[in-house]
C-alpha cells in the first residue's frame, strides 16, 4: 500500500460526482432496468411503495460504485449488474425500514412512504425488497458473494438495533458511535465495493483493499450527513433540519460538544437528548452550543480523514477513469458540507 496521502482539502474547487456518474451510466440503466423489472408484483402496493422511494431521486451510488469498481478491475462480464441491483434494494429496505422507526415525515425530500402507506405495509415492502436482494444474490451463484451481502444485512440491522440502544443515552462514547455508523451506512458501501473484486476473481489482497476503500468512504459519508442535519436545510438534505436533534440520536457533534461543555451545557444536551428541550428555539441553541464548541468542524475533520483513508486504499490500483472517478467520489461526499 502506498504511503501517501492524498489530502482533501476544503478550500480547493468543489467536486462533483458527475464523473462517476458518466463512467457507468451505460451499465446503470442496465441495472436500472433489473430494479425496475424485480420490484414488480400482482400486489398493486409494491410497486408503487417501493416506486415511490427507489424513484424518488436517490443517486444509486452504492451499485454505481459496484460499476465502478468492476471498471478499475477490468471487468468485462454482467455479473455485477444484477449484484448491483441487490445492493441497491438492500439500500431501500433498510431506509424504508428506518423511516418506520424514526417516525420520519421526509426522505428524500418527498413525503416518506410510511406516511402515505401506513407503517405495515412500509415495513412489509422492505421486507419484499430484501428477498429480492436474496434472490438476485442466488442467481449469481457465488458463495463467496452471498457470503459477503448476506452479512452486510446482517451487520446492517444489527446496526440500527445498536442505535435504538443508544438512543437518548448521552454518555455514549466515540468510539460506540463510530461502531454504529460503521455498522449501519459502511459495511454496505464495503460490501458493494468488495464484491466487484470477488466477480473478477482479483483475490483477496484486492478485495480487502475494495473493503476498505468502501468502508472508509462509508463513514465519512455517514459523518458528514451527520454533521449536515445541523448545518443545512430540508430542501437541501431530503429530510428536515434537525431530525437527528429531536429523536435524541447521538452523533458526533452531540458526542464531542458533550464531552467538551461545562455543567451547564452538559445540562442543556442531557435535557435535549431527553427529549425535554425539542422546539425550534432549542435546536437554534443546540446549533449555536456546537459551532462554539468547534464540533461540527471536528466531525467534518474526522470526515476528511477517513476520505484521506478510502483514497489511500486504492493508491496502488492502475491509474485510469474509474479509479480518478472513486478518488472524486470520496472529495463529494465530504465536499457536501462546505
Not at 457507468?24 to 425496475?36: K, M, S, Y
Not at 449501519?184 to 458493494?192: I, M, Q, R
Not at 476473481?201 to 445541523?230: K, M, P
Not at 444536551?269 to 449555536?288: H, K, V
Amino acid at each position: 500500500m502506498s504511503a501517501t496521502i492524498h489530502r482533501l482539502n476544503p478550500g480547493e474547487p468543489a467536486p462533483s460526482i458527475d464523473g462517476l456518474m458518466q463512467l457507468v451510466a451505460p451499465e446503470l440503466n442496465a441495472v436500472n432496468q433489473i430494479i425496475l423489472d424485480r420490484m414488480q408484483s400482482p400486489v398493486a402496493v409494491i410497486p408503487a411503495l417501493a416506486g415511490h422511494l427507489i424513484s424518488g431521486g436517490g443517486k444509486r451510488l452504492r451499485p454505481m460504485l459496484t460499476l465502478a469498481c468492476a471498471r478499475l478491475l477490468d471487468y468485462s462480464g454482467e455479473r455485477h449488474h444484477k449484484l448491483s441491483a441487490s445492493v441497491e434494494f438492500i439500500h431501500t429496505a433498510t431506509l424504508l425500514h428506518d423511516d418506520v422507526v424514526d417516525g420520519s415525515d421526509l426522505r428524500r425530500g418527498k413525503k416518506a412512504a410510511n406516511l402515505i402507506w401506513g407503517n405495515q405495509a412500509t415495513v412489509l415492502v422492505g421486507d419484499f425488497l430484501f428477498s429480492r436482494a436474496f434472490e438476485l444474490m442466488v442467481e449469481d451463484g457465488s458463495l463467496r458473494v452471498l457470503k459477503i451481502l448476506s452479512n452486510a444485512s446482517a451487520v446492517i440491522a444489527q446496526g440500527e438495533v445498536d442505535q435504538l440502544m443508544v438512543a437518548r443515552q448521552i454518555e455514549t462514547s466515540e468510539e460506540k458511535y463510530l461502531q454504529v455508523i460503521t455498522a449501519k451506512t459502511a459495511v454496505l458501501f464495503a460490501a458493494a465495493c468488495q464484491i466487484a473484486g470477488v466477480v473478477a476473481e482479483r483475490g483477496e489482497a484486492c478485495e480487502a483493499a475494495l473493503e476498505s476503500y468502501g468502508r472508509n468512504l462509508g463513514i465519512a459519508f455517514q459523518l458528514v450527513d451527520d454533521a449536515i442535519d445541523y448545518m443545512s436545510d430540508a430542501e437541501t438534505m431530503g429530510k428536515g433540519q434537525g431530525d437527528d436533534f429531536r429523536e435524541g440520536k447521538l452523533t458526533l457533534p452531540v458526542i464531542l460538544a458533550y464531552r467538551r461543555g461545562d455543567e451547564e451545557a452538559r445540562r442543556f444536551w442531557r435535557d435535549a437528548m431527553e427529549g425535554r428541550r425539542t422546539s425550534d428555539d432549542d435546536l437554534a441553541e443546540a446549533i449555536e452550543r456546537l459551532k462554539s464548541s468547534g464540533s461540527v468542524a471536528d466531525t467534518l475533520a474526522r470526515a476528511r480523514h477517513y476520505g484521506e483513508l478510502a483514497i489511500d486504499a486504492i493508491a496502488d490500483m492502475p491509474p485510469g477513469s474509474a479509479k480518478t472517478a472513486l478518488m472524486e467520489t470520496v472529495r463529494f461526499a465530504i465536499a457536501r458540507a462546505f
